[in-house]
């Protein structure tokens, strides 16, 4: 069973940066696609960006060139590093990931069949 768990959130002002983590266990983190996810109230999930076994990355348009998905084999653990914060990425942000030899690390929850509980991130103006 995969277990994910998300760290790292909190409040920051517009223009600062957070990095968030994800732990993960119950499983060889290297052979599974993983995913960055965000969710507003009454809105659906939003991917952020997402990493493929074989290290080819995705972002969503309005995160690129200020996010940075990454993630230590080693470690078990997923990143996602924020700069630039903007409150437009004030939400709830989810770690996930999908398994097996053809797992696809698209921006679709879909792609997805393990998530985290979430860390919450605010951005203030």
């Known amino acids: 069973q995969v277990q994910l768990v998300e760290s790292g959130g909190g409040s920051v002002q517009a223009g600062g940066s957070l990095r968030l983590s994800c732990a993960a266990s119950g499983t060889t983190y290297s052979n599974y696609c993983m995913g960055w996810f965000r969710q507003t109230p009454g809105q659906g999930r939003e991917g952020v960006a997402a990493i493929d076994t074989d290290g080819s990355i995705t972002y969503a348009g309005s995160v690129r060139g200020r996010f940075t998905i990454s993630k230590d084999n080693a470690k078990n653990t997923l990143y996602l590093q924020m700069n630039s914060l903007e409150p437009e990425d004030t939400a709830m942000y989810y770690c996930?990931?999908?398994?097996?030899?053809?797992?696809?690390?698209?921006?679709?929850?879909?792609?997805?069949?393990?998530w985290g509980q979430g860390t919450q991130v605010t951005v203030s103006s």
């Open positions: 996930a990931a999908e398994g097996g030899g053809d797992c696809y690390a698209g921006l679709e929850p879909a792609d997805f069949g393990y």
